[in-house]
């Protein structure tokens, strides 16, 4: 059985006792050569015998269906092992295993974030892989060029060692170098992480801008039409005042003018 970190669990265990009213249920938990009562239950006096606090029981179903599964009310790493369903009628003792994985899906983040390089610059790729759980975990990084279609595997990928969570999950970092060319403006890094947790492959990316290849952004594309519009409009303007001026002919004299004129 795979459960979620931080989950509720439904640990499977059933039976059939006929007419016989004496029964008995216990659940134990074993790890790493230690083991441990979670819950024991007795049907005939209908009374709980033990319990350990995160553990449950549905005495209702268990009377009427002989559902006797255990339920984990918020699943921790602690939690994996082996678990016995123990079944007590008289003159008989039956016995169910179930293994336990706990899983925990790791958050992912690829840096640095935007990926900027100028030409000839050594780029190192960082990819953090944080509170997965159980410890095997594979990491790849992989670039997809301009023009092509599919990435390709880089070589050369290097891993740190694990860190361990208070969660009891685990954090790797893994680190990837390249040398930044103009060739390379536009290609796509990709981290990719393969775990139990999932069954398909997770992954990050990003897009490696390499300056000085970079052309105008939408805000230098605005900023270009705003300033042209306004070149238009005073250029316009001037134009139409300049027009004006010179069409204009000398002013006429008015009648006070003349009259002087003839004194």
């Known amino acids: 059985v795979n459960a979620p970190l931080g989950k509720t669990l439904t640990l499977p265990c059933g039976l ?74 008289p003159y008989l003792r ?21 990926l ?48 361990h969570n208070q969660d009891g999950t685990y954090t790797i970092t893994g680190y990837q170098r390249f040398n930044a060319s103009p060739e390379l403006h536009g290609a796509r890094y990709s981290c990719q992480v393969s775990h139990a947790s999932s069954t398909k492959v997770m992954s990050q990316s990003q897009t490696l801008q390499i300056a000085g290849v970079l052309g105008p952004s939408i805000e230098d594309g605005m900023y270009l039409f705003l300033t042209a519009l306004f070149l238009y409009g005073f250029l316009s303007y001037l134009h139409r005042k300049f027009k004006l001026f010179f069409s204009a002919g000398p002013a006429e004299p008015n009648d006070k003018q003349k009259n002087h004129k003839r004194e």
């Open 94 to 114: 039956a016995q169910r295993d179930i293994q336990l994985q706990v899983t925990a899906k790791p958050q992912i983040t690829l840096l640095p974030s935007p």
């Open 116 to 163: 900027f390089a100028r030409p000839g610059e050594e780029v190192t790729l960082f990819c953090e892989i944080s509170h997965f759980h159980p410890l095997e975990i594979s990491v790849d990084f992989l670039v997809q060029l301009p023009g092509e279609s599919s990435p390709t595997l880089m070589p050369g990928t290097s891993l740190s060692t694990h860190g």
């Open 16 to 89: 059939w006792r006929g007419q016989q009213s004496r029964f008995a249920v216990e659940w134990r938990h074993r790890a790493l050569g230690e083991g441990e009562v979670l819950y024991a239950y007795d049907g005939w006096r209908d009374r709980i015998e033990e319990e350990l606090p995160g553990y449950v029981m549905n005495f209702s179903n268990l009377h009427s269906k002989g559902d006797a599964s255990l339920i984990v009310e918020k699943v921790e790493t602690s939690h994996e092992g082996t678990y016995l369903c123990i079944i007590y009628v």
